[in-house]
């Protein structure tokens, strides 16, 4: 039930003051059609917006089932009118770049209705009102009657308590005026229909009520009603727009102006392919330099092994190579070769301080654990063993040991090594950055393993045989044939037998060996040196990630041998006694070790070579000659190669190039500035669903993020097409091919920033939007 109580409501026009409700009380009830006549400016209009929401009332009171009004706030207002009222305008007020169907939806869009029950109620309403065979037409297809119609099927979607009709058939001929008329009437019976009309001959025929009105007053009122006291049963559900519906709303509109669209995107993209372009040439020029420091680089990377040569013996890296003054006399000294050699001791500790080098300065680690790993392969249900474990580079370390591995490698063929580390994530792993995938994919996980062949697709024999394969000299291989071997690994558990010595030995292989075991590793693809410059930091065969060489050390390392191990200091294995140094890299050979012998750390360019350097010397600082960990540098060979004026180059046209940004921004925020003006009347047209301000505002901002968009996309697109014209101009000039490269990061972070920067120039319009007042909005032309 709708009672007004007590109502005023006044507009303020310089010193004059028009009363356009003055006192108004007067109750509705649930079912009736209710027809308000009167004059021009006697506030029926007003009236009506008031009760619908859409104005605001200075004093009194509006009470809905119960519930009074004087305490809404603006999110109430919206969510009233969208919950329980429907309006139909004289002027239809349809948005005309959507279809009719789209109309009737617009807003349950607000009421969160899902889009299939959406779809259903709009069909259902568009049926009632008779008009289901044109639900795919569009306004601009309709009669006036039609769009009349379909603005009453609008208002009744949401199935409101009230509906609040404003000259319904003002523009209508009469014969479609008593058509609409009869419709009306026909809703009354299930609600509160209030309609507003100067047509008294059509009141008197179809309303069940009439109220005349003048002056802001009510003269007469043909059926009163005075209702008992009612409880407060009103309930209030919060609209909300998508982001998704007003992307939709936004874009439906801006197809309707494909010519205006394209020419200001193309205008506001001109800062992005200046930026682009200028970003290709850099990133060209710097890949050029980068290229020939990677290649020198690549093949020296910082090493740090068990064993280790003190270069400090023979020449400190600081030291300069001048020649000294002649002073008459020579000096002796010690050959610095034969004290060259230290043992580092390389624990836990040292490996996580490496761990945590800047990723700014060294990407890619490598570390060789040692250990084996105990892989069975089986081909036409013969299992046999196959060792993956590369020699230790320890070439001081335990005889029986490295006796064992070599014997192993020398019976299966298989050639393996350790892919290195990504540190960080973001970036090229240092395996894509160095060679060419043939098939298959790349390694993710740590049981993925790859086939490396060498530059002209060639691998030993005795590797393809070891996978199950016969195979023979200079015969051709499908990939297929590769791509897909699995291969199991057995715990130590289960793969050694203790003896009644004491002593341990490998089992025998077998089938139920090969299937008890719960790790399978998969060849996942084959790759080679990305071209004869590239640094084989791969030996042909197999190659596998440090993660699987550390899960099978932490599975293993309660096992009996290993445990056995740590508890004497001879060789459980072959009885022979060892030393701290021969059991440390025995330990690691059966799991029982984490520390690995061999640790490989790649810079990512000269510069941050040193940088690596420095952070190595800061583990020394302060230890004793004993305690320091040496390190081989065979990079400082490479001529010193600096990108630091090409940076500098590159900052001050990209500068340059941002201006233009800044202009779009202005432009953008000018043309959606334009977009309300021209807008206004489905600003109001969404308010009066119940949208909210943030709503409003959503679907100006949706319509600056598809712009910003298209213009950064269509920015990216140009500058690539002129990287073909520039890279033959350049080519022709310098002999250099393919110097402006586009990088598709760059291409992106660029369509990024022009988006940004298009809903930042039109947030402002947007907000300007959302603060129109609904009632005028919806009187604009």
Not at 484 to 500: E, H
Not at 644 to 671: E, Q, Y
Request: charged letters at 20%.
């Amino acid at each position: 039930m709708l009672q007004l109580k007590d109502l005023r409501k006044s507009y303020h026009v310089g010193d004059t003051v028009t009363h356009a409700l003055d006192d108004v009380s007067i109750s509705f009830r649930n079912q009736e059609f209710v027809a308000i006549l009167g004059p021009s400016g006697s506030g029926k209009t007003t009236l009506l917006n008031v009760v619908g929401g859409l104005d605001r009332y200075d004093s009194g009171d509006l009470v809905i089932n119960g519930k009074s009004t004087k305490n809404f706030k603006e999110t109430d207002w919206d969510a009233y009118r969208n919950n329980s009222v429907g309006f139909v305008f004289q002027n239809y007020n349809l948005i005309s770049h959507l279809s009719i169907i789209a109309n009737v939806e617009l807003g349950m869009n607000l009421s969160g209705v899902s889009a299939a029950e959406r779809h259903q109620r709009a069909v259902n309403a568009l049926t009632q009102v008779g008009l289901k065979d044109h639900i795919s037409k569009n306004p601009n297809q309709l009669s006036g009657g039609q769009m009349q119609r379909v603005a009453i099927a609008r208002a009744l979607a949401n199935d409101p308590d009230i509906l609040l009709c404003d000259e319904p058939t003002g523009a209508l001929d009469t014969k479609t005026s008593e058509q609409i008329m009869k419709l009306i009437k026909e809703l009354s019976k299930d609600r509160l229909v209030v309609m507003v009309t100067h047509n008294s001959e059509l009141a008197q025929e179809y309303a069940t009520r009439i109220v005349n009105f003048k002056d802001g007053k009510i003269l007469n009122d043909s059926n009163p009603f005075t209702p008992e006291k009612e409880k407060d049963t009103f309930k209030l559900k919060r609209t909300k727009m998508s982001y998704w519906n007003a992307i939709k709303l936004s874009f439906t509109n801006i197809m309707t102006k494909k010519g205006r669209t394209t020419l200001t995107a193309f205008a506001s993209s001109i800062g992005i392919i200046s930026i682009a372009v200028v970003l290709a040439l850099s990133n060209g020029f710097q890949k050029q330099i980068d290229t020939t420091m990677s290649k020198a680089l690549a093949k020296y990377p910082v090493t740090i092994n068990q064993t280790a040569t003190d270069a400090s013996n023979v020449q400190d890296r600081n030291e300069s190579n001048k020649n000294v003054k002649n002073h008459g006399y020579i000096t002796i000294e010690k050959d610095r070769l034969q004290e060259s050699t230290h043992q580092n001791k390389i624990d836990q500790k040292y490996v996580n301080y490496v761990k945590k080098i800047n990723p700014n300065y060294a990407n890619s680690i490598s570390y060789q654990r040692g250990v084996n790993l105990n892989i069975l392969t089986r081909k036409n249900h013969k299992v046999k063993p196959v060792q993956f474990s590369p020699i230790s580079a320890d070439s001081n370390g335990s005889q029986a040991a490295a006796q064992m591995r070599m014997q192993a490698i020398s019976a299966t063929g298989l050639g393996s090594s350790v892919f290195p580390t990504t540190l960080r994530k973001s970036k090229n792993n240092f395996l894509k950055e160095n060679y060419q995938l043939l098939s298959g994919v790349w390694p993710d996980k740590s049981t993925d393993l790859v086939l490396v062949t060498d530059n002209k697709n060639k691998l030993n024999i005795n590797i393809l045989k070891n996978l199950g394969l016969k195979v023979k000299t200079g015969e051709r291989l499908k990939y297929q044939k590769l791509v897909g071997q699995k291969f199991k690994i057995v715990a130590n558990d289960d793969y050694y037998q203790k003896l009644p010595t004491g002593m341990f030995i490998p089992q025998k292989v077998s089938n139920s060996m090969y299937e008890h075991s719960k790790t399978t590793l998969r060849i996942v693809g084959v790759i080679r040196p990305k071209n004869e410059n590239s640094m084989a930091l791969l030996s042909s065969g197999i190659a596998y990630s440090d993660q699987l060489a550390q899960n099978i050390i932490k599975k293993n390392k309660n096992s009996a041998i290993v445990k056995a191990q740590k508890k004497t200091t001879q060789n459980v294995m072959t009885g022979q006694n060892m030393n701290s140094r021969e059991k440390k890299q025995m330990m690691q050979s059966i799991g029982g070790s984490t520390i690995p012998t061999s640790i490989m750390i790649y810079p990512n360019d000269f510069d941050a070579k040193d940088k690596v350097l420095d952070y190595l010397d800061k583990w020394n600082k302060g230890k004793k000659k004993q305690d320091k960990i040496i390190y081989t540098d065979m990079s400082s060979a490479v001529t010193s190669m600096t990108g630091g004026l090409l940076n500098g180059i590159t900052t001050v046209l990209v500068a340059f190039a941002a201006i233009s940004l800044v202009t779009s921004m202005i432009m953008i925020g000018i043309l959606t500035y334009t977009s309300v003006l021209e807008r206004t009347k489905e600003i109001g047209i969404l308010k009066a669903l119940g949208a909210r301000k943030k709503d409003i505002t959503r679907v100006f901002d949706a319509e600056t993020f598809i712009l910003g968009i298209f213009s950064g996309v269509l920015g990216v697109f140009i500058a690539w097409l002129l990287v073909f014209p520039i890279n033959s101009v350049l080519y022709s000039i310098t002999d250099l091919s393919n110097v402006a490269q586009l990088n598709p990061v760059h291409a992106v972070v660029l369509v990024i920033i022009s988006t940004i920067l298009t809903m930042v120039g039109g947030h402002l319009p947007a907000r300007m939007a959302a603060k129109k007042d609904a009632a005028i909005a919806l009187r604009s032309e």
